[in-house]
T-cell receptor, first 110, second 118 residues
Framework: EIVLTQSPGTLSLSPGERATLSCRASQSISSRYLAWYQQKPGQAPRLLIYIASNRATGIPDRFTGSGSGTDFTLSISRLEPEDSAVYYC???????????FGQGTKLEIK | QLQLQESGPGLVKPSETLSLTCTVSGGSLSGAVYNWDWIRQPPGKGLEWIGSVYYSGTTYYNPSLKGRLSISIDTSKNQFSLRLHFVTAADTAVYYCARGQNLAFDYWGQGILATVSS
């Protein structure tokens, strides 16, 4: 089973800055199987990135996914206060069929 | 616009069965490209995938829950359901239903809190 470890646990930045969130897999994975989500308090997660680097419908180009092998990154440029949320990476595995999530990174915009 | 809505009891007694239903509107459950999933989130914690069902009825379960879990689909009602048996306090969580496509979850329900308590 693949384990996803996200870092940092909490990231505090200012509006206009750039955020870099990391997701490390316990073994090499295909970038096809990596996605990112944003979750605000009291809301369901929202898909941001799928297949490592494809933005979901309606997601602004300030959000960029990249990476390969065991190291994947979600970058958010020109931070806005509304970007404050917890961000999760997610992996799909076929053997066994299973989806796993990282533990999340809390992004605070102050 | 596709919408998913969870329904079911908010309180379940320990050792009993948690039953939840997800009703899909604005689209059909049919289609081989989609899987229909349950995901949960204990209060203040992260996300845990529970299981998937396809329109054909094929299911996949999280191994950690496999012995207690049943997921089914009713395409005539545009619904899919979860039954989790022998629940304990550790099963207290917000339960989400979601649509899977391209190995990710692109539509989610708003979630329903299920509390296990006597």
């Amino acid at each position: 089973e693949i384990v996803l470890t996200q870092s940092p646990g909490t990231l505090s930045l200012s509006p206009g800055e750039r955020a870099t969130l990391s997701c490390r897999a316990s073994q090499s994975i295909s970038s096809r199987y990596l996605a990112w989500y944003q979750q605000k308090p009291g809301q369901a997660p929202r898909l941001l990135i799928y297949i490592a680097s494809n933005r979901a419908t309606g997601i602004p180009d300030r959000f960029t996914g990249s990476g390969s092998g065991t190291d994947f990154t979600l970058s958010i440029s020109r931070l806005e206060p509304e970007d404050s949320a917890v961000y999760y990476c997610q992996h799909y595995g076929s053997s066994p069929f299973m989806y796993t999530f990282g533990q999340g990174t809390k992004l605070e915009i102050k | 616009q596709l919408q998913l809505q969870e329904s079911g009891p908010g309180l379940v007694k320990p050792s009993e069965t948690l039953s939840l239903t997800c009703t899909v509107s604005g689209g059909s459950l049919s289609g081989a490209v989609y899987n229909w999933d349950w995901i949960r989130q204990p209060p203040g914690k992260g996300l845990e995938w529970i299981g998937s069902v396809y329109y054909s009825g094929t299911t996949y379960y999280n191994p950690s829950l496999k012995g207690r879990l049943s997921i089914s689909i009713d395409t005539s009602k545009n619904q899919f359901s979860l039954r989790l048996h022998f629940v304990t306090a550790a099963d207290t969580a917000v339960y989400y239903c979601a649509r899977g496509q391209n190995l990710a979850f692109d539509y989610w329900g708003q979630g329903i809190l299920a509390t296990v308590s006597s």
